[in-house]
């Protein structure tokens, strides 16, 4: 487990530091203490700011894909996870070996409707989050003291992620 959880609601949700988490089947899948930036990942994997590719990889995490930009940043791709009780792919972004941004999109959600998933993605923010502070056509952006959260939808066309950026 990724965080000790203080009490579990009717409805099926844990409550930790103000932020409700969901519990399915048993065990938890959660977007873990958002005031520090740190994501549970299938339950167990934790990300979170300036991670190395080793310190994933120890935990038990493969990549699908990699690209290395030659400038420094390094994208890392990886399938068929778990967040918040949802089949996800997700992203890394590293920049000389720190984890400095995660993207994940929900995964078989029933179809590849960009604007329906962008909705998606929007939704299960809003209802972890409340209302966002910053809004518009494109994006959702939750701000914290360590970086943000953004729910994005390129604008060029075919892609839309929840992405985790780090200061």
């Known amino acids: 487990m990724c965080s000790d959880f203080l009490q579990e609601n009717k409805r099926g949700r844990v409550k930790k530091a ?4 969901y519990v399915r ?7 873990q203490d958002l005031k520090s930036g740190c994501i549970c990942l299938d339950n ?9 590719v080793l310190a994933l990889i120890g935990q038990g995490l493969k990549f699908n894909d990699e690209i290395d930009m030659a400038n420094g940043w390094v994208l890392r791709s990886s399938w068929h996870h778990f967040i918040l009780g ?6 890394f972004n590293s920049f000389k070996d720190c984890l400095k941004m995660f993207g994940f999109a929900l995964a078989n959600e029933g179809g590849y409707d960009v604007e329906d998933l962008k909705k998606k993605h929007d939704d299960l923010l809003k209802s972890l989050l409340g209302e966002p502070q910053e809004k518009n056509e494109v994006m959702a952006a939750y701000e914290f003291t360590w970086g943000s959260i953004i729910s994005y939808k390129d604008p060029r066309g ?9 200061v």
């Open 158 to 166: 075919g892609v839309c992620s929840i992405n985790v950026i780090w």
């Open 44 to 52: 167990c994997i934790s990300i979170k700011q300036n991670l190395s």
């Open 86 to 91: 949802h089949e996800v792919n997700v992203t």
């Open 18 to 21: 103000g932020l409700f988490v």
């Open 25 to 31: 089947d048993g065990s938890i899948s959660e977007l």
